[in-house]
C-alpha cells in the first residue's frame, strides 16, 4: 500500500481523463491522495474533485506564490471555516518561496503565519513549501511552535539536512518527490536516506517532477511508487516495506483521512 501525499488533480493537465488517472493509481496500489489546495479562489473545484472520488482528499490554502493576490483573504478564520468539509484534511499548501518571489516576501511570511494559526486552531497539519527560504522558514516554524504546538510536514523536500533535521526536532515530516530519483539529486538523497523512518512520507507534486523513469512526462499518483522504490533502496529495504511504514505516517498525520 502506497499514498500520494501531495498531488494537483485539478490542474487542467489532468482533465481529459482524471478517472483513468485515478485508476492508474489505484492499480498501483495508492491506496489515498490528498490534492491541494493552491487558491482560494479555486478551492471550491478542489473540494468537488475530492467529494467526487472516495480515495481522494484535499486541503485548502493558498501557495506562498499567490500570497500577493489572494494572502490577505487567507485569515485563519476563512480558512477554519473551509476547512470545516470532512474531505478536507489539511492546511496549505503555504509557505515561503524565496527563488521565483512571485509575491513579496512580507505578505509570503504573513500568510504564512496565517496558516500556521489555521493549522493550529483546527488541530490539521500544515503543508509547507519553501524554497530558498531555509532559514527565514526554520525561523518562522520556530517561532510559531513558540506560540502553540501544530503539526505538519515540508513537502516535496529539496533543502538542507539542517533544516530537515529542524522540522524533525519540531515534530514535523519531511515528504519527498520524484526529485529524488534525479541524476543530480546525491546530496538529496543523502537526505532520503538519514530522516527517522517515522517521519518520511512520500509524494508525486502530480503534475510536476516524474520520477526516473518518466521523468519529462507528466507526473500522475500511480508514479509515487517509483519514488517509494528508490528511497527504499537507499534505505536498504523494501518498497513494500517502505510503503507500510509511509503510509502508516500518513494516517498518524492526516488524522481526517479515512484508512482503507
Same mark, same amino acid.
Given at each position: 500500500?502506497?499514498?500520494?501525499?501531495?498531488?494537483?488533480?485539478?490542474? !487542467?493537465?489532468?482533465?481529459?481523463?482524471?478517472?483513468?488517472?485515478?485508476?492508474?493509481?489505484?492499480?498501483?496500489? $495508492?491506496?489515498?491522495?490528498?490534492?491541494?489546495?493552491?487558491?482560494?479562489?479555486?478551492?471550491?473545484?478542489?473540494?468537488?474533485?475530492?467529494?467526487?472520488?472516495?480515495?481522494?482528499?484535499?486541503? $485548502?490554502?493558498?501557495?506562498?506564490?499567490?500570497?500577493?493576490?489572494?494572502?490577505?483573504?487567507?485569515?485563519?478564520?476563512?480558512?477554519?471555516?473551509?476547512?470545516?468539509?470532512?474531505?478536507?484534511?489539511?492546511?496549505?499548501?503555504?509557505?515561503?518561496?524565496?527563488?521565483?518571489?512571485?509575491? !513579496?516576501?512580507?505578505?509570503?511570511?504573513?500568510?504564512?503565519?496565517?496558516?500556521?494559526?489555521?493549522?493550529?486552531?483546527? &488541530?490539521?497539519?500544515?503543508?509547507?513549501?519553501?524554497?530558498?527560504?531555509?532559514?527565514?522558514?526554520?525561523?518562522?516554524?520556530?517561532?510559531?511552535?513558540?506560540?502553540?504546538?501544530?503539526?505538519?510536514?515540508?513537502?516535496?523536500?529539496?533543502?538542507?539536512?539542517?533544516?530537515?533535521?529542524?522540522?524533525?526536532?519540531?515534530?514535523?515530516?519531511?515528504?519527498?518527490? &520524484?526529485?529524488?530519483?534525479?541524476?543530480?539529486?546525491?546530496?538529496?538523497?543523502?537526505?532520503?536516506?538519514?530522516?527517522?523512518?517515522?517521519?518520511?512520507?512520500?509524494?508525486?507534486?502530480?503534475?510536476?517532477?516524474?520520477?526516473?523513469?518518466?521523468?519529462?512526462?507528466?507526473?500522475?499518483?500511480?508514479?509515487?511508487?517509483?519514488?517509494?522504490?528508490?528511497?527504499?533502496?537507499?534505505?536498504?529495504? &523494501?518498497?513494500?516495506?517502505?510503503?507500510?511504514?509511509?503510509?502508516?505516517?500518513?494516517?498518524?498525520?492526516?488524522?481526517?483521512?479515512?484508512?482503507?
Amino acid at each position: 500500500m502506497f499514498v500520494d501525499s501531495h498531488c494537483h488533480l485539478d490542474f !487542467p493537465e489532468f482533465a481529459p481523463e482524471l478517472d483513468a488517472v485515478v485508476a492508474r493509481a489505484r492499480n498501483a496500489g $495508492v491506496s489515498r491522495m490528498v490534492t491541494i489546495g493552491t487558491r482560494l479562489s479555486t478551492f471550491a473545484p478542489v473540494r468537488a474533485l475530492a467529494k467526487r472520488f472516495a480515495d481522494v482528499y484535499c486541503s $485548502v490554502g493558498v501557495h506562498p506564490h499567490e500570497a500577493e493576490k489572494e494572502g490577505a483573504a487567507a485569515t485563519p478564520e476563512r480558512l477554519g471555516a473551509l476547512s470545516a468539509h470532512e474531505k478536507v484534511v489539511a492546511i496549505g499548501e503555504t509557505g515561503l518561496d524565496f527563488y521565483y518571489e512571485h509575491s !513579496p516576501r512580507g505578505l509570503q511570511e504573513a500568510a504564512f503565519r496565517n496558516h500556521i494559526a489555521a493549522a493550529r486552531q483546527t &488541530g490539521l497539519p500544515l503543508i509547507v513549501h519553501t524554497r530558498d527560504a531555509e532559514e527565514a522558514t526554520a525561523r518562522v516554524l520556530r517561532e510559531e511552535m513558540g506560540k502553540g504546538a501544530f503539526t505538519g510536514l515540508i513537502h516535496c523536500f529539496t533543502s538542507s539536512a539542517q533544516l530537515a533535521d529542524a522540522a524533525v526536532d519540531l515534530g514535523l515530516y519531511i515528504s519527498f518527490s &520524484g526529485i529524488v530519483t534525479f541524476k543530480k539529486s546525491e546530496a538529496l538523497r543523502a537526505v532520503a536516506a538519514r530522516v527517522p523512518i517515522e517521519r518520511l512520507l512520500i509524494e508525486t507534486d502530480a503534475p510536476y517532477l516524474a520520477p526516473v523513469p518518466h521523468r519529462g512526462k507528466r507526473n500522475e499518483p500511480a508514479f509515487v511508487v517509483k519514488t517509494a522504490e528508490a528511497i527504499a533502496q537507499l534505505r536498504g529495504i &523494501g518498497a513494500a516495506e517502505l510503503g507500510e511504514a509511509t503510509s502508516e505516517n500518513f494516517f498518524r498525520l492526516f488524522t481526517r483521512v479515512a484508512r482503507p
